[in-house]
């Protein structure tokens, strides 16, 4: 019997009843589902983490008591300095006025006006006190930890900015040739297989050596372009052909589907098909990739600095710390902190940005929405 008391309820009381029933039933997102999966992946969760103090750490580098990272202490020089926790002053005493500051930020190799800012902090807060050498000095008795902190700048710098370019143009190259099809696909993607075949190697090599040319850097200065950004853009621009492929592939299986129809026939034209109703689409897979993507710059930036042809001095990166660490190897004495603190540090961030991106990969799974 209905809980009216009639045998034979009405069609409203029915609609009642199946509203209710409707509303004790909570609907979950793919988003929130996906962070619900990603919370109880601990790796995933623990990789997160640790990039986001990284990341932390790695951006407030002026304000922290560190050492200068390329101040030479010349008369320690030739003499390599193993771990030491103690703790030691800048050498600079007096009232921390602005030729003071001038001073130290000069140690500090400082480039944006944040930078500034803290190093202002870090005077009135710490002032000319600064951590002991704990992971050691080179042969010039640079201290290596703030080597570290200020080469994961560049480091990860160069990793977020090349991959958010080569997310630029991949995804835009890749969407509009696999919504447009035919003739214009084929021609497009008959121009990545050519650029597969590139070498690149020999291309950044050719570049480089054509920024390094006085007339083009002098042009480059003058319009406030330092050869590290073009650098990060170069990279960048190489690593956008792997996109382009899986940003294609998924718009090719999502142009023919109800929605895009729909905005054909409401008028939409092919860019906004495109950006506004196909890309949006492929934000798990673009996410996914991207997060992919970063190691592989970060090790391809790596790489050219250990040949020399990246970061040059007085910028610092975690290839340049590996590149000199190898450089002192001998068979008489192995300076075992020059090699192990920058290989540690690069090699636990691309594990922890690996596990991250297949963590997201589980997570962001249509197929996978509400299990687990």
């Known amino acids: 019997m209905h809980p009216s008391g009639r045998d034979n309820p009405t069609d409203l009381e029915r609609y009642a009843s199946l509203l209710e029933e409707a509303r004790r039933i909570q ?16 790796v995933a969760m623990g990789s997160l983490i640790f990039l986001l103090v990284m990341l932390f750490l790695a951006a407030f580098t002026p304000f922290w008591p560190l050492q200068s990272p390329i101040e030479q202490d010349l008369s320690s020089a ?37 930078d500034h800012w803290l190093v202002r902090a870090r005077l009135a807060v710490f002032g000319d006190w600064c951590f002991g050498s704990i992971c050691g000095t080179d042969a010039l008795g ?9 080469g994961a700048r560049v480091s990860l710098s160069v990793g977020i900015v090349a991959a958010f370019v080569s997310l630029v143009i991949g995804v835009s190259y890749g969407a509009t040739s696999g919504y447009l099809g035919g003739r214009i696909d084929n021609v497009m993607m008959r121009i990545v297989d050519v650029l597969y075949s590139v070498p690149f190697i020999f291309v950044v090599i050719f570049l480089v050596t054509i920024l390094n040319q006085d007339e083009i850097h002098a042009t480059l200065s003058h319009w406030g372009i330092s050869q590290i950004t073009v650098f990060y ?3 960048g621009a190489i690593y956008w052909l792997t996109m382009a492929r899986v940003v294609r592939g998924q718009v090719i299986s999502l142009r023919n589907d109800q929605f895009i129809e729909a905005a054909r026939t409401i008028g939409a ?23 992919l993507t970063i190691p592989s710059v970060m090790l391809f930036e790596a790489f050219l600095s250990f040949l020399g042809l990246g970061v040059t001095p007085p910028d610092v990166s975690w290839g340049v710390l590996a590149n000199e660490g190898i450089e002192v190897i001998t068979p008489v004495k192995i300076y075992w902190w020059l090699v192990v603190f920058p290989g540690l540090a690069l090699a636990t961030t691309l594990l922890a940005l690996n596990f991250l991106g ?12 509400n299990r687990g």
Do not use: C
């Open 27 to 42: 609907g979950m997102s793919l988003g929130k589902d996906a962070w619900r999966r990603l919370r109880r992946n601990r």
């Open 233 to 235: 853009i170069l990279i």
């Open 142 to 150: 640079r201290d290596l930890l703030a080597r570290l902190f200020w």
């Open 358 to 369: 297949d963590g997201l990969r589980d997570a962001l799974d249509p197929r996978m929405k």
């Open 269 to 291: 034209t092919r860019p906004a098909i495109i950006f506004r109703h196909l890309v949006p689409n492929l934000l798990s897979v673009v996410i996914v990739y991207l997060t």
């Open 78 to 114: 030739g003499q390599f300095q193993p771990p030491d926790i103690t703790s030691r002053q800048l050498g600079l005493t007096g009232k921390a006025d602005d030729a003071y500051r001038q001073r130290f930020e000069e140690l500090f190799h400082k480039r944006m006006t944040v």
